[in-house]
């Protein structure tokens, strides 16, 4: 270790010479290009009186945001952009955006003004007052939200009461994308936290095992200014992905969930189709190969488009992803009847050696899919 710097002896630090800095405000972005001088523009009105700084976390936009937010930032010492490469992802976009930050206050807010600014004076003095984190909730009392149609308001109804059910987190909008908080408690949480998906705000109170002092202040879900929402049906199931992996304690992941739910629905075509085929006067060998074949298709391709769309296969190599695919789910079948005929002799309940059969085909075929089909390069 250096002589001269010891982890025991504390760095004399500079104080004073260019004024402390008290909020930083992330703001991830993807194709926002358009609202960012709108944005700039309204922070610092609302912002007025306070030392802020606001962090844009872009993931390589291809519209060119991050170029036009590193042209502000060159003028204006308040402004950074953090540019991500080869990498994805909402909420991992806000907890790198929190974790660069050195302010002592930390929001996060969208770059599309659908978040209102003039909320984050309030949220701070909130802060300053001794609360740990503050959530701009768009449900409650009396506040309308204009910006949301209504198939997504009734996706994000549903999502929230769901989310209060399993969690017991009292949020009134748990999947608000617009909060404060005290950076000194989001750090020790930081590596506890999934980079995946859009729920940040929920993982970080899941995560923080009621530790928080919350509370909520209303603000009026706005229309988009210019660019489009990339929040879609794909949400949904990894919400739903983190809720089973929180509960179950880390032991179901969301990938895994995934899996599972395709492989479900595997049996439902398997069974279709093998029903057809016999009421086609195919012969039950080859009805039962047809049903098997298709099935194991669509698993296939299900899978590389949802469980492992991070690692998407493409042209040939999907093709031979799924041959190794229908290899790997042949073995699994084959484990799966042994387990649960052996089983049976034990223990002669059918549901009992089915499902555990079930279960060990599910596990054997997840982990060679992960080990082989879908490894990481
Ligand atoms: N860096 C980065 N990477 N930013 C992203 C990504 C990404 O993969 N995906 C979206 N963003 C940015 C957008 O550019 C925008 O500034 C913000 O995240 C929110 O994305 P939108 O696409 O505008 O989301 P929305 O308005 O449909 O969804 C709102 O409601 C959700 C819950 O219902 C947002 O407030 C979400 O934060 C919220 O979870
Ligand atoms: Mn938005």
């Known amino acids: 270790m250096n002589e001269l710097v010891s982890a025991e002896m504390p760095l004399a ?31 610092n009105v609302a912002l007025q009186g306070i030392a802020w700084e606001a962090i844009f976390v872009d993931d390589d936009s291809p519209d060119g945001t991050a170029e036009f937010v590193k042209s502000v930032a060159a003028k204006d010492l308040r402004i950074r952009c953090l540019r991500r490469i080869t990498r994805r992802g909402l909420a991992g976009a806000c907890i790198e955006g929190i974790l660069s930050s050195a302010a002592p206050y930390v929001a996060v807010m969208d770059a599309d003004l659908q ?3 003039n909320l984050l004076p309030r949220m701070l003095q909130k802060l300053r007052g001794g609360d740990d984190l503050v959530v701009g909730s768009r449900y409650i009392e009396g506040k309308a939200t204009a910006g949301f149609s209504s198939g997504r ?16 987190v009292t949020l009134t909008d748990p999947m608000s994308g617009f909060f404060m ?20 705000l929920l993982d ?40 089973v992996s929180k509960v179950s304690g880390g032991a179901v992941t969301p990938r895994f969930l995934s899996f599972a739910l395709v492989g479900a629905l595997g049996v439902v075509v398997h069974l279709t189709v093998l029903r057809l085929c016999l009421l086609a006067d195919m012969d039950f060998a080859l009805a039962q190969t047809a049903g098997t074949l298709v099935s194991m298709t669509g698993n296939f391709f299900l899978n590389n488009r ?13 093709l031979r992803g799924l041959l190794e695919f229908m290899a790997f789910s042949s073995v699994g079948a084959i484990a799966n009847v042994g387990i649960a005929s052996w089983l049976y002799t034990f223990e002669p309940v059918w ?19 992960n080990l082989f089909v879908w490894r990481v390069k």
């Open 13 to 43: 630090v500079p104080t004073g010479q260019w004024g402390g800095l008290e909020l930083s405000v992330v703001i991830p972005t993807f194709k926002e290009r358009g609202n960012i001088a709108p944005l700039l523009e309204r922070l």
């Open 204 to 243: 970080i109170v899941i995560t923080a095992r009621g530790r928080f002092r919350l509370s909520e202040e209303p603000f009026v879900f706005a229309e988009r200014l210019t660019g489009k929402s990339k929040l879609d049906a794909q949400v949904g199931l990894d919400f739903l992905g983190l809720l």
């Open 181 to 200: 908080l005290r950076r000194a408690i989001f750090d020790p949480l930081a590596a506890e936290l999934s980079p995946h998906g859009f729920k940040i």
């Open 306 to 318: 949802l469980t492992y769309r991070d690692r998407r296969l493409t042209g040939w190599r999907a």
């Open 115 to 117: 978040h209102d600014e």
């Open 153 to 168: 308001d009734a996706i994000s109804r549903v999502a929230t009461s769901l989310a209060q059910r399993l969690t017991g």
């Open 351 to 369: 549901w009992v050696a089915g499902i555990a059969g079930a279960v060990m085909g599910a596990v054997w075929n997840y982990s060679m899919s």
